[in-house]
Each structure stands twice: as C-alpha cells, then as structure tokens.
C-alpha cells in the first residue's frame, strides 16, 4: 500500500465511524421516530461506506458489492415497517413522539 | 494525487450533509438531505469501484427511499415547533451522548494509530481467480439470494398486516 492509499484507507477507517455516530447521536438526542429512522439510515450509509472501503483496499469490490446489496435490500425493508408502524401511531395517538409508545400493552 | 482530494471533499460533502440532515429542524428537510447523503455516497462507490452497488445506492436509498420518507412525512403531518419543543431531550443526555460519541472517536484513532493498522486481510478463496460480481452473487454467495428473498416476503407480510383494517374500522 503507497503512501496515498494509506492516508485514503486512514480517512475511510476514520470518516465511516464518524458517520455511524451521527446516526447514533441522532438516535439518542430525539424522540421524534421519523428522526430516529433518519439516523438509523445514516448509521447504514457509514456501514456501506465501510463495506466499500474493505472491498476496494483488499482488492476485491465484487464480494463487497455483494454485502452491501443485501445490506440495502434490509434498510428498504426496515423503512417500509418502520413507516407502516409510523402511519398507525400518528393515526392512534396523532403525535411522532416515542412517548406515546410506551403506554403500549401486551 | 487528485483524486485523494476528490475523496476527502466528497467525504466532507456526506459528513456535513448527514450532520444537516439530522439537525434540521423540519423532518422533511432532513429527509431530502439524507437523499443528498445517498447521492454522495453512491459517487464514492463509483469511485471505490463498486458501480453496482452504486447503481443500488442510487436508485434505491437515494430514490424510493427518498420518496417514502416523502410520503410518510405528508401522511403523519407532523407538527413541527410545538412538537419539537416538548420533546426536547434534557442536556445531561445530550452530554452523556456527546461523551460517549468521543470515546467512540478516541478509541477508533487509537486502536489506528497504535495497533498501525494498515491493511485488510483478503479471503484465501477470494484470491484464487478473478472473479466478477455476477459470478460472486450467483456461485459464491447464492445463499444470500435466499436470505433476501425471505426478507422481502418478510416486508410484504408485515406491510400487510400493518395496513390492514380492524373489525370496527370502516
């Protein structure tokens, strides 16, 4: 590895936590849930980014490309139950808070 | 040399991009910045050699992603000043999260600088031949095609359930 590609690797290893931990600061700052998926979808793009990194430095981005589908395929999916349950709570208790969630029973 | 300057200033663009989408103070706004994200992310890929998951990232988390949050938002209706004034989180978790977020950072530095890490083991199978992405998806990790598959039907059922009508709802 040359010297511009250890300083781009260093950068990578060092920008995708960073974008993991803006989505967790999100997550844990907020009580609104469309802001809590917001920083969940962030938390998943530090993910990828990481995915990609680890692809392209070890010279293989065919087997990552592959990981970071599958990864996209479950954040489409968690975003689609998260707005069905987001619709019904806005309907029940006409309010985005996670407040309200915790009266739930059962 | 260029192209390192290219890759610290699209990962300015996605780190400051993401701080804006999570800050805003109208959901929607955030909702469009995190398209913005996508966007950026998907130009990395391109540049990290992976145009598929690019293309994905693109079409996918940049576009319907996009468009459902979009939705969502418009549906709900949020009510954005007053809502966002009582659920204000009080500031001794914003200091605990603020703390733990540069314990994260000091740990992640140290365990680079330190330990000197500079490489990524690559997998002995994986250094055998050339390989492209079509045959890793369909020879090397076609169980993967069953996973996604199964989590798809996994999303259709919930979306299902979660839209439909209860007895005493006309």
Redesign the interface.
């Known amino acids: ?1 040359n010297a ?1 590609s ?10 995708t ?3 993991f ?6 997550i ?5 849930i ?2 809590i ?3 969940i ?2 938390m998943t ?1 530090g993910v ?2 990481l995915f ?15 990981f ?3 990864m ?6 968690i ?3 998260a ?6 709570i ?1 309907k029940k208790y006409d ?3 996670t ?1 309200n969630i915790r009266n739930l029973k059962g | ?1 260029e ?2 300057y290219i ?2 200033f699209l ?1 300015f663009l ?2 400051i991009t ?2 804006f ?3 805003h103070f109208r ?1 929607i706004r ?2 469009i910045l ?1 398209g913005g ?2 966007f950026f ?1 998907s130009i ?2 391109f540049m ?3 145009p ?2 690019a293309m ?2 693109l079409s ?2 940049a576009g ?2 996009t468009v ?2 979009i ?3 418009s ?2 209706n ?1 009510p954005y000043i007053d ?2 004034k ?2 204000r ?1 009080s500031m001794w ?2 200091i605990v ?2 703390l733990s ?1 540069i314990l ?2 000091g740990v ?2 140290y365990i ?1 600088d330190e330990k000197n ?7 002995k199978n ?2 055998a031949a050339a ?3 079509k ?3 369909w020879n ?2 076609h169980v ?1 095609l069953i ?2 598959a199964l ?2 039907l ?2 259709i059922f ?2 299902v359930v ?2 439909k009508k209860g007895k005493d709802e006309k």
Not at chain 1, 83 to 88: P, W, Y
Request: glycine letters at 4%; a positive charge; aromatic letters at 6%.
């Open positions: 590895m511009e250890l300083i781009l690797f260093k950068l990578y290893i060092m920008v936590p960073l974008l931990i803006i989505g967790l600061f999100s844990m700052t907020t009580r609104n469309v802001a998926i917001i920083g979808e962030i793009k990828t980014l990609a990194t680890s692809g392209y430095f070890s010279s293989k981005p065919e087997i990552t490309q592959n970071i589908i599958v996209i395929i479950v954040e489409v999916v975003l689609t139950i707005a069905g349950l987001i619709i019904n806005a309010s985005l808070s407040k | 040399m192209n390192l890759h610290i990962l996605v780190v993401s701080v989408a999570v800050s959901i955030g909702a995190l994200v996508s992310v990395i890929l990290l050699k992976a598929m998951a994905f990232e996918v988390c319907l992603i459902i949050f939705s969502v938002i549906i709900t949020p809502q966002r009582q659920n989180i978790k914003k999260a603020l977020i994260v950072c992640c530095i680079i890490i500079a490489f990524i083991p690559v997998m994986a250094s390989m492209t992405t045959d890793s998806i090397m990790r993967d996973g996604q989590i798809l996994t999303g919930a979306v979660l839209f």
